[in-house]
C-alpha cells in the first residue's frame, strides 16, 4: 500500500529533551515536506527536501532540523523542544518537485512539549 | 494580507443541500490549486484539483477556479452528513519548489 508513514504518532516529553519524528514514504517521491498545525494558523511549512541531501528552510524552520541521507526517509529533528512547539506535525511527499504535484500526508504526529 | 485567506466558518447546510466553499489567493501566477479535507484529529487529504479556469467536475465535488479574480471555490451537491469536516484550500505559488501555501481551512457541518 502506498503511503506516507510517521512515527510515533503521539509523543509527550519536556523541554530540552532532544527527539526525531521519524516520515518514511514508500512511493519512490523525490520530494517531501514537514508541516506544523496549529489552530487558527493553519498548516505551515517547516522544512522540505526536493531530493536526497538537498532540503531548505520553509515558513517556520527555527528550532527544527531534517535530514535527507536516503530517498524514502526525511526525519525531523528536535534538539531542544521547547513548548511551543506543542503541535501537530505532517509529513507529506509529493513524486517530484514542480507544478501539479498532489502531496501525500502521513497521519501526523501530535507532539505535546512540557 | 495573507497569501490564501478561506472563511473559517463554520458554515452549516443541511442534508442534501450545496456546500458552497470559497478560497481567495494573492499571488497572481500562482498555477496549481488544491482542495483538501481534513477531518479533526486527521491528515488532510486530496480531494480536488485544479489548474485552469472553469469548473472541474468529480462526482458531487466540483472546482471552480477564476484566476482573473483570483478566487477558488469547491461546491459540495447533495451534502452528507459524512462531508463535516474543515475543508484546506492550498494553492501552488511561484517560485514553488513545489511549496503548498494553505489557508486556514474553512469547517463545513452538514445537520440531518
Known amino acids: 500500500e502506498a503511503q506516507v508513514t510517521q512515527n510515533p504518532r503521539y509523543l509527550i516529553t519536556v523541554t530540552g529533551k532532544k527527539l526525531t519524528v521519524t516520515c518514511s514514504q514508500n512511493?519512490?517521491?523525490?520530494?517531501m515536506s514537514w508541516y506544523r498545525q496549529d489552530p487558527g494558523l493553519g498548516l505551515r511549512q517547516i522544512y522540505y527536501?526536493?531530493?536526497?541531501?538537498?532540503?531548505d528552510k520553509g515558513d517556520v524552520p527555527e528550532g527544527y532540523k531534517v535530514s535527507r541521507k536516503e530517498k524514502r526517509n526525511f526525519p525531523l529533528i528536535l534538539e531542544s523542544p521547547s513548548p511551543n512547539q506543542t503541535s501537530l506535525y505532517f509529513c507529506a511527499s509529493s513524486l517530484v518537485p514542480g507544478t501539479k504535484n498532489i502531496q501525500y500526508f502521513g497521519a501526523g504526529t501530535r507532539l505535546s512539549v512540557l | 494580507q495573507k497569501e490564501v485567506e478561506q472563511n473559517s466558518g463554520p458554515l452549516s447546510v443541511p442534508e442534501g443541500a450545496i456546500a458552497s466553499l470559497n478560497c481567495t489567493y494573492s499571488d497572481r501566477v500562482s498555477q496549481s490549486f488544491f482542495w483538501y479535507r481534513q477531518y479533526s484529529g486527521k491528515s488532510p487529504e486530496l480531494i480536488m484539483s485544479i489548474y485552469s479556469n472553469g469548473d472541474k467536475e468529480d462526482g458531487r465535488f466540483t472546482a471552480q477556479l477564476n484566476k482573473a479574480s483570483q478566487y477558488v471555490s469547491l461546491l459540495i451537491r447533495d451534502s452528507q452528513p459524512s462531508d463535516s469536516a474543515t475543508y484546506l484550500c492550498a494553492v501552488e505559488l511561484t517560485g514553488g519548489g513545489n511549496k503548498l501555501t494553505f489557508g486556514t481551512g474553512t469547517q463545513l457541518k452538514v445537520e440531518l
Open positions: 512511493m519512490n517521491h523525490e520530494y
Open positions: 527536501s526536493m531530493n536526497v541531501e538537498v532540503t
